[in-house]
C-alpha cells in the first residue's frame, strides 16, 4: 500500500534543522504484513530525544530512514501466527521487542532482548527485513516502528493493546515517555512513600518520570524535586506538583540530595549533578542516552564511603507487556495525568523545526495528530 512517512535522509547536518531538512515527507510503498506481523494505521506520534539523536547523528542508524517509534494506532490487518489481537484494536508501540527466548529476555526487563537490539541497530523488524520501499530501494526502519507515518507494519512483539479509553495521545506517550521515565522511578528505583525522588533533566521522559513518582509519594511523607537548567520546565515542574525546583548551579549550590535520584537528561553534566545529589545509602538511576563518547567526571571514593548505588536503566527496566496496562490503569484512575506531557501537537511538515524545539530544550512532547 502507498502511505506518507518522514523519512531521515541523512544525518549530522546543521542546526537549525528547519534549514537544512534532513527529513523529507515522502511516498512510499509498504508491505503487507508477514507472519507474526500487523498492520496499524498510525493516529498519534510523539517526538523525542532518541529521534533527535539519530538526526544530529549521536545515534548511528543506516539511512534513508522512516523515523519514530514513540506511537499509537489502530489495528487493520494481521499477518498469520496472531491470535491475541483483533482489527480495530488500539495498539501502542514499543521500540525494543522482546524475542521472550534469549537470557537477555530472562532478566525480567533488567536486559534489553538482544535480537530485538540487533534488528533495531540494522533498521529492521524482529522477523528480520524491511516492509518499505522508495522507489523500488528499502528504506530501514526506525527501531521496530518507523510511527512518523500515516501507516506501519511491526512486528507483533512491537506492539502493546490498550483499551479504547486511552485516547492516542496518550496511548502514544505510555509507549516510551512513561515506559522509560516511570520504569527508571517504579522499576530501577524502587522509592516508598515516604521517600524523597529528584528528578535531574525534566523532557518528556524526565516530566514522566516526576509524574510516576508524583504517584508512589502520594499520601507519604517523600518529596519529588525536579532539577533542569531551563526555567520554564522548573515552573512546569512545580504546576505538576513537584514541591520544589531547583537548576543545577542551585541544587548544587545549596547541597540538595535525594535517596532516589534519576537522571534522564543524558548528558554527562547531568549525570555528574546526579550523582553529587544522590544522598548517602541512596540510588542514581541513569536513564538518560548520551553520546556514546560523551565522559562523565566522578570520584569513586564517594561511591565506596557513602555506599551509593549506580543503575542503568534502558527503556526504563520495562517488560512492556506488564508495564503499559499498569500505566494505563494509573492514567485512568487519575494518578498519571499523561495529557500533561505534551507541550504542542504538529504536523508531519513541522518535524525538522520539532527537531530544533527539542535541541534547544524548549519541548517536552510534540505530538504528531494523524486523520484529525
Not at 47 to 63: F, K, M
Not at 96 to 102: K, N, Q
Amino acid at each position: 500500500m502507498r502511505i506518507t512517512g518522514a523519512v531521515l535522509e541523512s544525518t549530522g547536518r546543521d542546526r537549525p534543522f528547519a534549514s537544512s531538512r534532513p527529513l523529507t515527507i515522502s511516498e512510499l510503498e509498504l508491505d503487507p504484513p508477514g507472519e507474526h506481523e500487523v498492520l496499524i494505521r498510525i493516529e498519534a506520534a510523539g517526538v523525542c530525544h532518541s529521534d533527535l539523536s539519530v538526526v544530529d547523528g549521536n545515534r548511528v542508524r543506516p539511512t534513508p530512514m522512516l523515523l519514530g517509534h514513540e506511537a499509537a494506532g489502530i489495528v487493520e490487518q494481521m499477518g498469520a501466527g496472531i491470535t491475541d489481537l483483533t482489527v480495530g484494536q488500539r495498539v501502542v508501540t514499543v521500540f525494543l521487542p522482546r524475542c521472550e527466548d534469549c537470557a537477555a529476555c530472562r532478566t525480567g526487563g533488567r536486559l534489553p532482548c538482544t535480537r530485538g537490539s540487533a534488528a533495531n541497530e540494522a533498521g529492521e523488524l524482529l522477523g528480520g527485513g524491511r516492509r518499505l520501499h522508495r522507489d523500488g530501494d528499502a528504506v530501514h526502519h526506525h527501531l521496530g516502528v518507523s510511527g512518523f507515518a500515516t501507516h506501519a507494519v511491526l512486528h507483533r512483539a512491537s506492539v502493546i493493546p490498550v483499551d479504547d479509553d486511552v485516547p492516542p495521545e496518550v496511548a502514544a506517550v505510555l509507549g516510551c515517555a512513561v515506559l522509560t521515565g516511570g520504569g527508571a522511578v517504579l522499576n530501577a528505583g524502587t522509592p516508598g512513600p515516604d521517600d524523597d525522588v529528584m528528578v535531574v533533566g525534566l523532557g518528556g521522559v524526565g516530566m514522566a518520570a516526576l509524574l510516576v513518582a508524583l504517584s508512589v509519594t502520594a499520601g507519604g511523607s517523600g518529596t519529588v524535586i525536579g532539577v533542569d537548567a531551563n526555567p520554564d520546565k522548573l515552573d512546569r515542574a512545580r504546576q505538576l506538583g513537584a514541591g520544589a525546583a531547583y537548576s543545577p548551579a542551585d541544587a548544587a549550590e545549596q547541597g540538595i540530595t535525594a535517596p532516589v535520584v534519576i537522571e534522564a537528561a543524558g548528558h554527562p553534566r547531568a549525570f555528574e549533578t546526579a550523582l553529587t545529589a544522590t544522598a548517602p545509602g541512596g540510588t542514581l538511576v541513569t536513564v538518560g542516552l548520551p553520546a556514546p563518547d560523551a565522559r562523565a567526571s566522578i570520584a569513586p571514593l564517594g561511591i565506596t564511603a557513602g555506599a551509593r548505588t549506580i543503575i542503568g536503566s534502558y527503556l526504563g527496566s520495562a517488560v512492556p507487556a506488564r508495564d503499559i496496562p499498569a500505566y494505563a490503569a494509573m492514567w485512568r484512575e487519575g494518578r498519571l495525568p499523561v495529557e500533561e506531557l505534551v507541550s504542542s501537537t504538529i504536523g508531519l511538515e513541522d518535524l525538522n523545526a520539532a527537531m530544533d524545539e527539542l535541541a534547544e530544550g524548549r519541548a517536552v512532547r510534540q505530538i504528531i495528530r494523524f486523520g484529525d
